[in-house]
C-alpha cells in the first residue's frame, strides 16, 4: 500500500523538507515554501538482483551501432518564426512547455497552431483547463480558427483527460493550461509543485507511448518563474518562453531548452485583433521609430539571436544625479556587463561618470546577452556624456577587453550582411587576423573600419 507522508516542497524549485523553512536552501527565496502530501515512491526491485531500481521499464543492452533509429518526423506549426524556434517543427510525439505572463498571448499562439496543423488534416484536442469552451470559442472565431478537425473541452480532471484522449486518439493535444490540471490521486491542490509535477509526468509518458504531439501551457509567477519551473523544464522535451513588454505588441518567442534543435533561437510576432502576425525582417521593426537625425546616446547593434541577425538600436543617457550613489539602470542589457563597459570607459578613456547617473535601454524588449554589444554600448554612453553622436549610417560590433582592446566576435559575416541589407554604409568593427574572413566580407557592400582599441573607435564614429 502507498504510504502518504506530508512534506514542505519550495513552489519555486522544487526542494523538499520536512519543516516549514522560511528561506530556501536551494533557489535562496523567501516565503515558497507550501505544505503538501507526497506520495512515496513505490521501490521496485529488478529481478534476480540485490540492487534497489527504481524502473518503470525492462529494457536489454544492445550495441549502440544495432540500435534502430526512428526518422523524427516533424510537424510544422505553420508558423516560420514558431517553427525556427523549434529547430524545423514541432518533433512528433515530443511535449513541449510554452511558457509566459498571463494575457502575454499563449493560448493565442497554440490555438493558432492548433488551426494550422488541423489543415494538415491531423486531429486536435484541447483542453479548456481554465478557460470555458465557449471563451475559447469567441477567441477562435476571433482567430478564424474553428475549423473540422479541433476538438475542445472543459476539463481539469487528469484521469478525465486521459480518458478523452484514448476515446478521440488525437494526433496533437494542448494542455491550457497545466497549473490548472489536476490528478485525483495526489492529495495537494491544484497548482501546486507535487500536481504539476506529476501531471506533467503522466503527460509526458502519454506522449511518448501514443506518439501525440503535445503542448502544455504554464504560467510564469511573478518573480518570473514558470511555478515549479526548475521541475519541470528538465522532464519536457522543449520549453519556450513566450515574452513581450506590457504596453506593446511585439512578442518575442524564445527557445530556452531543446532536445531537437538549437537554442536560443527567437521567434518575432506582432500581437493584433486577428491574433498574432509574423514578422519576418524584425530589424526594420526595431529600428522604425528611430530618429532621422543622428541624435547623441544611441548605436546600432548587430546581435546574433540564435542562427539570425537582428539589428538593435542601444540609447544611453547619462546625466548629473542628485543621488550620493549615481544610479545604473540597464534594460535589455546585463548590469554587471554595464558596469564593466564603465569602468573601461573610466580607466581607458578617461570618461569620468562617478557623479553621473547612467541609464541604458535597448529598444523593442530584446534583452542582448552576447559581449558583442559591448563597443555599441560604449559608445552609446559616451556620445551622451560627450554630446556628440555617432555617425547615422554606422553600425558597431565589438566585444571590449578589460584593457580597452576591440576583440572579435562570432559570424561577422551574418552581421555586416544584415546592417547592408537595412541601408547601414559603415561599421565598426575589431581588428580581422583572419584571411577567409577577410575575403568573404570583402564581398559585402560596406566600408569597413577595423579598430584594435577603444580610443581607436572614438576617432573612426564619433561626430
Ligand atoms: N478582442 C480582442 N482583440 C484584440 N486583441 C485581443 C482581444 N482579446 C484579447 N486580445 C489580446 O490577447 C491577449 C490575451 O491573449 P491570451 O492568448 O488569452 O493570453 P494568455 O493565454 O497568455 O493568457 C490580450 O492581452 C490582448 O492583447
Ligand atoms: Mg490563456
Ligand atoms: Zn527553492
Not at 70 to 85: A, H, L
Not at 339 to 347: P, S
Request: with cysteine; charged share 25%.
Amino acid at each position: 500500500m502507498a504510504k502518504f507522508k506530508s512534506k514542505w516542497i519550495c513552489q519555486n524549485c522544487g526542494y523538499e523538507s520536512f519543516s516549514y523553512l522560511g528561506k530556501c536552501p536551494d533557489c535562496g527565496r523567501f516565503s515558497t515554501f507550501i505544505e503538501e502530501v507526497v506520495q512515496e515512491k513505490v521501490e521496485v526491485k529488478a529481478k534476480n538482483s540485490s540492487m534497489n531500481i527504481q524502473t518503470s521499464a525492462s529494457f536489454n543492452y544492445t550495441k549502440i551501432k544495432d540500435v534502430k533509429v526512428d526518422k523524427t518526423i516533424r510537424i510544422s506549426s505553420g508558423m516560420e518564426e514558431f517553427d525556427r524556434v523549434l529547430g524545423g517543427g514541432f518533433v512528433e510525439g515530443s511535449l513541449c512547455l510554452l511558457a509566459g505572463d498571463p494575457g502575454i498571448g499563449k493560448s493565442t499562439l497554440t490555438l493558432q497552431t492548433a488551426k494550422n496543423i488541423s489543415s494538415q488534416n491531423k486531429k486536435i484536442l484541447y483542453i479548456c483547463a481554465e478557460e470555458s469552451t465557449s471563451q475559447v470559442k469567441l477567441r477562435a472565431e476571433r482567430l478564424n480558427a474553428d475549423c473540422d478537425n479541433l476538438y475542445v473541452t472543459q476539463q481539469n480532471c487528469l484521469e478525465e483527460i486521459i480518458k478523452q484522449i484514448e476515446e478521440l486518439k488525437p494526433d496533437f493535444l494542448v494542455v491550457d493550461s497545466i497549473q490548472s490540471v489536476f490528478s485525483a490521486a495526489i492529495l495537494s491542490s491544484t497548482g501546486s509543485i507535487s500536481q504539476i509535477r506529476e501531471c506533467t509526468n503522466i503527460l509526458m509518458r502519454i506522449a511518448k507511448q501514443f506518439n501525440i504531439t503535445t503542448v502544455i501551457i504554464g504560467h510564469v509567477t511573478k518573480e518570473g518563474n514558470i511555478a515549479g519551473p526548475k521541475v519541470l523544464e528538465h522532464m519536457v522535451d522543449c520549453v519556450l518562453n513566450f515574452e513581450g513588454e506590457k504596453y506593446k505588441t511585439t512578442r518575442i518567442l524564445r527557445g530556452i531548452k531543446n532536445r531537437f534543435g538549437a537554442v536560443s533561437e527567437v521567434g518575432v510576432f506582432n500581437m493584433e485583433d486577428s491574433g498574432l502576425i509574423e514578422i519576418k525582417n524584425p530589424s526594420e521593426l526595431f529600428l522604425s521609430d528611430r530618429e532621422t537625425v543622428s541624435t547623441s546616446g544611441s548605436a546600432i547593434i548587430p546581435a546574433l539571436e540564435g542562427t539570425r541577425c537582428l539589428l538593435l538600436e542601444v540609447q544611453a543617457l547619462t546625466g548629473s544625479s542628485p543621488y550620493p550613489n549615481p544610479r545604473r539602470v540597464a534594460r535589455g542589457v546585463e548590469y554587471d556587463r554595464l558596469l564593466q563597459i564603465l569602468a573601461v570607459l573610466e580607466k581607458r578613456v578617461g570618461l569620468n561618470l562617478s557623479k553621473q547617473d547612467v541609464y541604458l535601454n535597448v529598444i523593442g524588449g530584446i534583452d542582448i546577452i552576447e559581449p558583442a554589444a559591448d563597443l555599441g554600448i560604449a559608445l552609446a554612453v559616451l556620445t551622451s556624456a560627450r554630446d556628440a553622436h555617432i555617425n547615422q549610417q554606422t553600425v558597431c560590433i565589438g566585444e571590449i577587453g578589460l584593457n580597452g582592446e576591440i576583440r572579435s566576435v562570432d559570424n561577422l559575416e551574418a552581421r555586416l550582411k544584415e546592417a547592408q541589407k537595412l541601408g547601414f554604409k559603415r561599421a565598426l568593427i575589431p581588428k580581422i587576423n583572419n584571411k577567409t574572413t577577410r575575403e568573404r566580407i570583402s564581398k559585402i557592400n560596406i566600408e569597413i573600419i577595423e579598430i584594435s582599441k577603444i580610443t581607436d573607435a572614438i576617432k573612426g564614429a564619433i561626430c
